[in-house]
């Protein structure tokens, strides 16, 4: 069964809205990541999140990652047209050395 | 400039036809990855190589097959395609960053079989 879970599957939004994406896991893990993906295109990385921290930042991103619920959060704050795209966890199930991807939420941001 | 690479980006064959999906990165990562995806789905590893002369598979069955011969080089090939192997196929390599294995993806090729 898959290891990560986004939820929720489909997100539309306005210009200038935060959106909030959130990823569930069922095993251990060392560390958790998210992943965008444009359409028809690769992912490409955007944050990596360590079992022993509790929050993140990067730019407009905010992640904060919950190990007692196997949870975590992916904040996009004043979102773009451009920022719209498929985004996913990624985990590294039981410190394994294979990313496993959940199936992500699906984000529109309305102009 | 590094980066990863995949060609072609979109290839329609017929059934019973052999294809070999080429993944080529500059980056000298030892740890090299092919996913499969279906449109709006999850991505499912297939294939996977720690470095040169190893090749493991993934959690998803595949019939396709691997090889790693040269650091930079990870291609994919279907001996016979088949329209259930239509799909997007994603190739990536990954380097150790602070502790953890981050993929860098390519483009992807996008397989429609007839």
């Known amino acids: 069964s898959q290891q990560g879970e986004e939820d929720p599957q489909a997100l539309s939004i306005q210009e200038g809205e935060n959106a909030t994406m959130n990823c569930s896991y069922k095993t251990s893990i060392n560390n958790l990541q998210w992943y965008r993906q444009n359409s028809g295109r690769g992912l490409v990385h955007l944050i990596l999140?360590?079992?022993?921290?509790r929050e993140k930042h990067s730019g407009r991103l905010r992640v904060t990652l919950d190990t007692s619920k196997k949870s975590s959060s992916l904040l996009i704050t004043a979102s773009r047209a451009a920022d719209t795209a498929s985004y996913f966890c990624a985990t590294d199930a039981g410190g394994s050395e294979k990313l496993v991807f959940g199936k992500g939420t699906k984000l529109t941001v309305n102009p | 400039e590094a980066d990863i690479y995949q060609t072609p980006r979109y290839l329609v064959i017929g059934t019973g036809k052999k294809i070999t999906l080429e993944c080529s990165q500059t980056?000298?990562?030892?740890?090299m990855y092919w996913y499969q995806q279906d449109p709006g789905m999850e991505l499912h590893l297939i294939h996977y190589s720690y470095g040169v002369n190893s090749t493991e598979k993934g959690d998803l069955s595949s019939e396709s097959t691997v090889s790693r011969i040269r650091t930079e080089h990870f291609p994919l090939t279907l001996e016979s395609a088949r329209p259930s192997h239509t799909s997007q196929y994603l190739c990536a390599s990954s380097e150790t960053r602070s502790g953890a294995n981050v993929l860098t993806f390519g483009a992807g090729s996008r397989l429609t079989v007839l």
């Open positions: 999140i360590r079992s022993n921290e």
């Open positions: 980056m000298g990562h030892d740890k």
